[in-house]
């Protein structure tokens, strides 16, 4: 009773069923994109199949491993052939046309050094993807006297026959579907496997073609051969990247060499196509044990890295079951953080080593590192004295940007008070409006113990104008006559020569910009929120401030002489016109720019006629 009550809690046990035409039909139709990546699948079997011969039969002689893919197009037929290990009709039954299970896999869980690449026992699944019919002819070197031939239309239904055939190997026949019969091509498959198959270690030969597609040897691996001279080096490494780099020239090239925790190993490359703040021109082609797993893994590269491209090699990466992604596991990550560390190290020794190409790289990519420096602290202190700043009198180093104040940088943009100010000093200023500009230089200050002139801030002010105090009477006086609307500060600042100048206040336009975007969609909440904590810091206060200088000896004569009211007048007209062409676009079309230009005019008029 005991034992019936027990069964009763866990519930009976049952077995699964599986509808086997059913899991054909997602396997073969919906487990690879594209039907190159079957083609990719049947050419990688036959090369496990090389390496597993190698590793068991000792008499194999390793001249003789070789894939020769043959395209028929006349008969829509292709046949890819190798002189690997072979099945026996045994091994047809027990991996070939069991789904899921496969020798590769077994000999790789014995030992995963080996080279082999198939784990998932799916690959030859592939054939079913592009053929209405399958034929595989088999010789195992294990049963030299035998030879097989496995015949399917489905992959549900087969038969395994027995066949003459001297050639130990195999060979299949692939009967290819009307859609895909292209793939015969000589052209085609020159494309295929030139892409798929070029790091393969096994020759591959299409058709009657007497030189093997994967002929020439990667550079890490010709390096392991010979040794080059370093110039001869740096060819050959740019020649191998510009047969990957789909877009742009290569300009240098940076070496990936395992490093305990990663095991990748390949190229990359720095592209010497121009690129901005924004630019994202990242291109990665990941080789899984020779094999091309992904041309597109630009997420491997550090996202401020928008100008590399690069191939690497390894043996730890886990793809997923379509072979056409990776997993994101431990190996992953290992191999993300490497390539971080290669293109730091890479870019301190090209400065280093290789100062033309430095140039070039400063050239095409200033804008792009600006932003890139800051996301590592080893970055930032290799490219601090190297990297230009945009700025009113061109392109400077930010070290040629100090003067006896510091570093100047507009909040603005370049036609604001700030350029017209500092064309007057004659000294530079940096546009913080351009990307990266101002946390560039908030850094490069802070390290180098130069005070940073933000104009337009309370902060930044500070460094330039120093407060002045007049008469209750006079600051009426100025404020009636020179304002229109703008708080009045008396103040003494250089150039003594500028007698006034109207300054926005940039922390003030940035709380008004923030709260506008309360109702732009465009602006998520939590950013919305985390800007306002900023701007909630901000009093409101005027935007605008005249800053009256109060060393300019024509403000000192009209505060003098304020009380002849004829004489005053036609100061105040032409200061008032002064102001207004100082200060610059953003304002102008406020301050009414025509009046101006007329009020000046009528000035000059009027002491011409005094003249006479």
């Known amino acids: 009773m005991a034992d019936v009550i027990e069964l009763n809690r866990k519930g ?31 050419v990688q079997n036959a090369h496990d199949s090389i390496v597993r011969r190698r590793l068991e039969d000792l008499s194999f002689n390793n001249s003789q491993g070789k894939i020769h893919v043959v395209g028929l197009p006349r008969e829509n037929k292709l046949k890819i052939i190798d002189t690997g290990a072979g099945l026996t009709e045994q091994e047809i039954h027990s991996f070939l046309a069991t789904v899921g299970i496969g020798y590769t896999r077994t000999l790789r869980e014995q030992d995963d050094e080996t080279g082999l690449i198939g784990m998932f026992g799916l690959g030859f699944l592939s054939a079913f993807v592009l053929a209405d019919e399958v034929a595989f002819k088999t010789k195992s070197y294990q049963t030299i006297d035998e030879a097989w031939v496995y015949h399917s239309k489905n992959a549900e239904e087969y038969s395994v026959t027995k066949a003459e055939w001297d050639h130990v190997g195999t060979e299949i026949t692939l009967s290819l579907k009307e859609e895909y019969a292209f793939l015969a091509q000589e052209e085609v498959l020159n494309n295929i496997l030139g892409r798929y198959c070029v790091l393969l270690r096994e020759p591959i030969y299409i058709n009657a073609q007497t030189v093997a597609i994967n002929e020439e040897a990667p550079p890490w691996r010709r390096d392991e051969e010979v040794a080059l001279h370093p110039t001869q080096a740096l060819r050959q490494n740019l020649a191998f990247a510009s047969r990957f780099e789909k877009f742009f020239e290569p300009i240098c090239t940076l070496p990936i060499q395992p490093d305990g925790k990663s095991d990748a190993i390949g190229l990359l490359w720095i592209q010497d196509g121009a690129t901005y703040g924004t630019s994202d021109n990242r291109n ?275 505060i003098q002489n304020r009380a002849e009211i004829a004489a005053s007048e036609r100061a105040l007209k032409l200061l008032k016109g002064f102001k207004t062409l100082m200060a610059g676009q953003e304002m102008q079309k406020d301050l009414n720019l025509n009046e101006a230009l007329k009020n000046i005019s009528s000035v000059i008029e009027f002491l011409l006629i005094e003249q006479k």
């Not at 509808?19 to 699948?41: N, W």
Request: one cysteine or more; aromatic letters at 6%.
């Open 12 to 42: 009976q046990q049952h077995k699964a069923g599986v509808d086997l035409e059913g899991l054909m039909q997602i396997l073969s139709k919906h487990l690879y994109s594209t039907p190159m990546v079957a083609v990719r699948e049947l």
């Open 284 to 558: 990665l082609s990941i080789f899984l044990r020779g094999m091309l797993l992904d041309d597109n893994a630009r997420d491997l590269l550090p996202a401020w890295a928008g100008f590399i491209g690069g191939v690497i090699e390894s043996n730890r990466l886990v793809p997923t079951a379509s072979r056409e992604d990776l997993q994101k596991d431990t190996h992953y990550d290992a191999i993300q953080y490497a390539l971080n560390e290669a293109i730091i190290t890479g870019l301190e020794n090209i400065a280093k080593k290789q100062p033309e190409a430095w140039r070039r790289i400063m050239k095409r990519h200033n804008e792009a590192l600006l932003g890139a420096a800051l996301c590592d602290e080893r970055l930032f202190m290799i490219l601090k004295n190297h990297l230009k700043i945009p700025t009113s009198q061109g392109d400077l180093l930010a070290k040629d940007l100090v003067t006896d104040k510091g570093i100047h940088v507009m909040l603005g943009g370049n036609a604001g008070f700030e350029e017209m100010l500092f064309r007057a000093l004659q000294v530079p200023v940096a546009m913080g409006d351009r990307y990266a500009v101002v946390p560039f230089l908030r850094k490069f200050t802070e390290l180098s113990k130069t005070p940073l002139v933000e104009i337009g801030t309370d902060r930044g002010n500070e460094y330039l104008f120093r407060l002045g105090k007049v008469e209750p009477e006079v600051q009426a006086f100025l404020t009636e006559n020179l304002a229109n609307g703008e708080e009045v500060v008396p103040a003494y600042f250089s150039p003594e020569e500028l007698p006034m100048i109207v300054v926005v206040d940039r922390e003030a336009e940035l709380k008004k910009r923030i709260e506008e975007d309360q109702e732009d969609k465009k602006i998520s909440q939590a950013a919305l929120r985390l800007a306002r904590h900023f701007t909630q810091k901000i009093e409101s206060k005027n935007p605008l401030k005249l800053y009256i200088n109060l060393n300019n000896s024509a403000i000192q004569a009209l």
